[in-house]
């Protein structure tokens, strides 16, 4: 079993900053891609940014050069850092975490969410 723990959301007004960060912890042998997505209240859950487990990313046009995403492969941990935020990036933010956890078992394990607010 794996665990994925997110941290970091919160209020913010609008242009400012937060970091989000993800823990994934549990039966891990290691960990392919992992990644942010985000679900605004009826709206489908999108994908935010995504970074490989060699630090290859991608992000969503609508966050470009406002979002960074990064990893830190020893603590098995993945962060978001939202500058320029805007109004239309609240949103529940979500975790997302490939995982082996043996040399050939997959699976796609997802955090609790944390909810973000931005201000106008």
């Known amino acids: 079993q794996v665990q994925l723990v997110e941290s970091g959301g919160g209020l913010v007004q609008a242009g400012g900053s937060l970091r989000l960060s993800c823990a994934a912890s549990?039966?891990?042998?290691?960990?392919?891609?992992m990644g942010w997505y985000r679900q605004a209240p009826g709206k489908q859950r999108e994908l935010v940014a995504a970074i490989t487990s060699g630090g290859s990313t991608n992000y969503a046009d609508s966050v470009k050069g406002r979002f960074t995403i990064s990893r830190d492969n020893a603590k098995n941990t993945v962060y978001l850092h939202m500058n320029s935020l805007k109004p239309e990036d609240t949103a529940v933010y979500y975790c997302n975490a490939e995982v082996f956890t043996t040399w050939y078992e997959l699976i796609k394990s997802w955090g609790q969410g944390t909810q973000v607010t931005v201000s106008s």
């Open positions: 549990g039966s891990i042998f290691s960990i392919n891609a």
